[in-house]
């Protein structure tokens, strides 16, 4: 790789990062700032509006070949229904009678309609109609789990982006702190190997950016993949921060909206239904359709008119169908049960994301007030230590560290709650 990469993420041998000077307290608001801010999108990307949560999502949907080949069915599914419905096509019928007795001889032309006594044709179209709706709902889960995985992959890219800026600016303070003690060795403060802490300190801070450099370009290509585009494709990203734990809302309210809007209770809904039509529809077939032929012509060598009528009705025998019946009926006791125990499924998985998310807001919260809080602090006595001569500046660089640490967890928690917020909204059908 050579200078900026597709993607807006730097390269890892990119050792010249410009140095920033200022003491420890600038290093920690500079942290702190790139924790919240991603990376300037490249002249290639210029013109590209930031991709936003909602906007990677609608790019996923529409890229989707899923979502695609199941509008395709829905289109066809509804093509079926409206053709289900109609009756059977009538005939044109003709007979010729011929006989020896000129009198006998007999030429009709007319139609032959099978009929619909028992609405056949209704309930074939009821059950197309149901199968439409079946491939809607399939569809409707399609681009919501579609969705879900492109707001997913935009947290970790957020994240993956954020870390790679911390990093920088970590970069940036040893080196600024590595001139600084050069200056000191020159002058005869400070001896040569009193550096190899920080020397060893920035090495390992390179290597770390390296790795999370190599994290932004897979998050980045995970999004390219839904979008459809070529693996490396610029993806300017806002320069917005993760928000703060928000209140989860009652579980009940989640379980109630997960159980109106998850297409699987509605699949198994529709098949009951199906299932229950078909066994109406073996009971009518005992009649079946009957036939009604009318015809009209000429008989005798006078050709005197003639009309013909003619009526059929299958007589059920030696099938009655109740076998076929009773089958449909046993699948359809089957799908219900199957309904029953999707919604507790349904539930299981709501209850298991809410506590989820209800349990990384809280880690979140933890790490806020106790191991970040404390390692602040102790940065802060480290640094007073310093400017009253009493510490060393090794002091300041592992109490720092420490303080990195604790923030790159904070960070952590704060992805691991955006994404159980994520599933917890996929979990209820959103």
Known sequence: MSGQPPGNVPTPHARGTPTVAGGPRRLLACLLAAAGCLLTPGPAAAAEAPLTPT?????????????????????????????????????????????????????????????????LARQRQEAAEDEALAVEAEL??????????????????????????????EQRYLRDELARGKRRVAAGALAPHELIHTEFELAQAHQRWVQATHDAERARDRLNVLFGHPVGTAIPMPPVALTAPAPEGELAAWVAEARAHRFEPLQAELAARRERRSARLAVSLRFGEGELDMQGGTAGPLNAPLLYTAFSLPVPVWNDYGAEAASHEAEAARQEAQRAAAEAAIAAEVTDAWLETRQAAARVEEIARGPLALAGHALEKAQARLAAGAGAPVEVLEARQQHLAAEASRLQALLTYHLARLRLEEAAGR
């Open 140 to 169: 409707a889960g399609t681009r919501r789990q579609v969705a879900y995985q492109a707001r997913q992959a935009h947290v970790a890219l957020w994240l993956a982006l954020a870390t790679v800026r911390g990093h920088e600016a």
């Open 55 to 119: 906007a990677a999502a609608e790019r996923a949907v529409a890229a989707s070949g899923a979502v695609r080949a199941l509008t395709r069915a829905l289109e066809a599914a509804h093509d079926r229904a409206r053709a289900a419905g109609a009756w059977p096509n009538p005939a044109l019928v003709s007979q010729y009678q011929f006989s020896t007795d000129p009198g006998n001889h007999m030429l009709t032309l007319g139609v032959r309609q099978p009929l619909d006594f028992r609405g």
